[in-house]
Each structure stands twice: as C-alpha cells, then as structure tokens.
C-alpha cells in the first residue's frame, strides 16, 4: 500500500503508547506510586536538599570539581566525572553515580513498575522513562548545584591506561557543571577556546582536558585487549506537534567517547568489588558470535583474511584498518557487525565463577551499574553494593537475582522492537513522498520473515521484498522504494 502526505497525520504519541501496551510494558505510572513520589518529595523538602544518609561511612567530595556530560535535553542525570593527576605520575577518576535506591525501596510500588518495565524506552516522539520524572529528573539526579549522596567508583590508571586499582564507596557530590556532548565534543575536537559555560567555571577546562587525556590512554589500552571499535548511526525521530519533519543521525565524538571508556572502566570496577564480597551478582555479556563465518566472509569481501575461529583481537584490528581507509563507509560496517554479534543478555554469575564474557568489549567482568535512573539492572547492582557497604546481607537470593536477569534482557528485547518499530513508523512517513525513488542500502537482516536492509540516507529501514535472492548480512545494494505504510509500519524496497 503506497501511502503520501496523508499518512503524516498519524498520531505518533497514541500509537507509542499502543506499541508499548502490546510489548508488555505498563506506559503508565500506577496511582500507588504517584503516591509513593509524593511521599518522596515532602521528605526531601526541597530538591537542592542532600537525600538522608543511610550509613556513616560517607564521604563529602562536594568541593571536588564535579560535572555531568549527556545530551542537552537530558534531565535525568546518572553520572558525574571528576579526575585529578597523582604524585606518582598516574591518574585518579571518579564516577559518582546517583544513588536512586535511597528513595526507591526494594518491593515498593515504585520498583515493582521499574521491575516491570526494567528500561527507559525511547520511542523517538515520547519517552518512557523507568522511575517518574519527580524522581529520575529531579530527587534522583545529579542536577547541576545539588548536593546529593551517590555511589562514587575511584580508579586509579596508569600511564598505559590500564585501571591498577579501584574501589567502591559512598559520598556526598555536587554537579558543578551541566554539560552536553556536542559542546564538549566539538571543543575537544577542534581545540581552542572552551566554550564560555566551560571557561566561566574556573578549573573546568583544564578538569575536561585531562579527562580527554585519560580516555584517550584508556582507548588506547582497550584496543590492544582487542575491544571492538564500531561506529554506527543512530537514528532519531525529529518531529513538532506530531509532524515528522526528519530522521537526525547521533554522531559520535570525542567526549561521549570520553563518558563511554569511564563508564566501560565504572562498571568492571563495580564487578571486581562485589566479587570481593563474595556475593552472586549479575553480569553483561555477549556471547562469541554464531554468525562468525558471516563475519569472515565480509572481511574478506574487503580483502581481509579473520581466523576461522571467533577472534576478537584479530576483528578489532580488522575494523580499524577499515575505519581509517574509508571513515565515511565505515558506519555501514560497523552496523554489519553488529548485527551478526547478536544481542546482549544480563546472567546471574555466582561468587568465584567466569563469566561468558563480553565479546565485543574484549572484557569478562563487565555489568550495568551505571545508570540506575534508566536500567534496573543497574539499580539492584546499586543495592548490592549499599548492601555491602553498610556490612548488611546480600538483599537478593541468587533464584531472585537470575530471575530479573532473565526478564531484564527479555524486556530490553522488547523495548529495542518498540523502539525500531516506532523509528520505522516515522521513516514510512517521512519517505511516503518519495516512491520510486533509488537509495543506498545496506543489508541488515536475513530471516525466515524476509531480507531487511537500511538506507544509507535517511537512516531507515525496510523490507525487500523483490530481487533479495542471495543477499546477505552485510551486503550493499541499491533499492528502490516501492511503498511505505506508516499504521504498519511497513517500508518495502526491491533491489535495482
């Protein structure tokens, strides 16, 4: 069915919310915990006010030169960075994370609906988040000249970049400064003068600088363990009062490359303290590749031989010869590969036992902590910790802990199809003025349901339905659009 201008009167916000009903998410919060948030904000009188200490052992870091780096419309603050140089050379960085389980007890109404949901779901037109704004915007968040208590991650990194120590404890913070990946990205990148928010704080430039330092040893040092590098565009939704006006690609740039490596040696620290403790926990990973004789077959089409057998180090060195010989290409790589890696999955891993281990990041050892706003992974890691800290049992048994594992990763399955359906609702719409049309296409599924690509510009998928005889994940091919219909999200191409 070929849809035109009249399917750009869809009413995006009604369909997100049926899209999330029918994927089993509750988009709505319950009266119990609307209650519950009320609570909250009387016993927090006032949000510049430092959440109650539940434990003694709590450092004041708040004259430390704290400051937040996310997107610019983001509220929901999970983490703050600070980093200073040492006497002996190496370097000091510290991750405070918000400490959400202050006002989100286990079992209340309020962790029952994130148990739930388990994610923030994006849907390009509206958000969903896990915890209400009341909460994930304002009492659990690391706003800017709020004192608040948070889990602070310190490490300690050589000159090689490799994290020689760490440790696990509680304090009190204060976010100096709000800033946004664009802006300390492009400043970072092309030198000079810092932005005036930045060079109005003193300190705060020469703060970032050194963190850039750091990243780039930590990078560095990643690489060599054979982490992937990949780099693929991400897609979103821009649209006024209901109208789909385009599909904006999130570049990436050095400082959300900065917050990722903090966060990537964050998390890892996190997982080494609580197997110190002796306690189960839950874990990130991604399995070896099952596709991995795809993934020899399209280094070869570039004329690079990988091992037969899954190999990480000699991957991450096959990708990065590619992104420096054709950057522009390399995002259609990258999306390759990524989809013949498959999915990540949160698993329950026992006191003393190897984990699976992260594939793509070249690391065992690896979890969520770091954003206990949007993921409730993070969050029961946060209780564990707390737990730990304050001497306390562990709070999870290790039944409970794989069974919100298990429904964590069924549910972030189901919040990436919402998400890619409500993104492909969008696509049909903006596209439907444009069939007949030829694009650039990569191939980005084979499945019994049919062959799936992604056009190069604008970033969207489809299906092919003609001419997709032999194609694989991976492949370049020219599409024509033949039609789009936006109430099915559906976009179908043939292959020129």
């Not at 009413?11 to 994927?23: G, K, V």
């Not at 928010?197 to 750091?214: N, R, V």
């Not at 789909?244 to 900065?258: G, I, Q, S, T, Y």
């Not at 091919?477 to 020129?496: G, S």
Request: aromatic share 6%; glycine share 6%.
């Amino acid at each position: 069915m070929t849809v035109s201008s009249p399917g750009n009167q869809i009413d995006l916000r009604a369909r997100a919310h049926q899209e999330m009903i029918a994927a089993g998410f509750v988009p709505d919060f319950e009266p119990a915990v609307l209650r519950e948030v009320q609570v909250s904000k009387g016993a927090q009188a006032g949000v510049r006010a430092p959440q109650k200490l539940e434990t003694d052992q709590v450092r004041d870091l708040r004259s430390l030169l704290w400051s937040s780096i996310d997107n610019p419309e983001s509220q929901d603050l999970d983490q703050i960075e600070y980093a200073e140089s040492l006497a002996d050379g190496n370097i000091r960085v510290m991750v405070a994370i918000a400490d959400v389980g202050s006002l989100v007890g286990k079992g209340s109404a309020t962790d029952r609906h994130a148990f739930t949901n388990t994610t923030s779901v994006y849907t390009g037109v509206v958000t969903y988040p896990m915890l209400s704004d009341d909460l994930s915007f304002n009492l659990t968040s690391l706003i800017a000249e709020a004192d608040r208590q948070a889990i602070v991650i310190d490490l300690v990194v050589d000159k090689t970049g490799s994290v020689i120590k760490s440790n696990v404890y509680l304090g009190i913070v204060r976010n100096h400064a709000k800033l946004d990946y664009k802006m300390v990205g492009q400043w970072l990148e092309d030198g000079g003068a810092p932005p005036e928010k930045i060079a109005a704080i003193s300190g705060l430039s020469d703060q970032l600088l050194l963190q850039s330092q750091i990243k780039e040893l930590m990078h560095d040092q990643r690489k060599q363990q054979g982490s992937l590098y990949l780099h693929t565009l991400e897609a979103t939704t821009i649209a006024v009062n209901g109208q789909v006006l385009d599909l904006e690609v999130v570049e990436d740039n050095p400082a959300r490359d900065l917050i990722e490596n903090f966060m990537i040696a964050g998390n890892v620290a996190v997982s080494h303290f609580l197997d110190s403790k002796q306690i189960p926990s839950i874990r990130r990973i991604v399995r070896t590749p099952e596709r991995w004789d795809r993934i020899v077959a399209v280094a070869k089409s570039y004329g690079q031989n990988l091992p037969v057998e899954p190999n990480a180090q000699a991957l991450a060195k096959f990708l990065l010869q590619r992104q420096e010989a054709d950057p522009l290409r390399f995002p259609d790589l990258s999306l390759a590969i990524v989809k013949l890696l498959g999915r990540g999955e949160y698993v329950l891993v026992m006191p003393g036992q190897t984990d699976q281990g992260h594939f793509a990041l070249a690391l065992h050892d690896y979890t969520h902590a770091t954003a206990p706003n949007r993921r409730y992974p993070d969050l029961i890691m946060q209780r564990l910790i707390k737990a730990m800290i304050a001497g306390k049992p562990t709070p999870y048994t290790s039944d409970e802990l794989n069974n919100i594992a298990i429904h964590c990763t069924q549910q972030e399955d189901a919040a990436n199809k919402v998400e890619r359906t409500m993104r492909k609702i969008a696509a049909a719409v903006l596209l439907s003025k444009h069939i007949g049309e030829i694009f650039e296409g990569i191939v980005t599924g084979v499945t019994n349901g049919g062959t799936f690509a992604r056009l190069i510009k604008p970033p969207a998928e489809g299906k092919i339905i003609r001419g997709e005889q032999g194609l694989d994940v991976g492949d370049q091919v020219k599409l024509r659009l033949v039609a789009t219909d936006p109430e099915q999200a559906f976009i179908d191409l043939e292959r020129v």
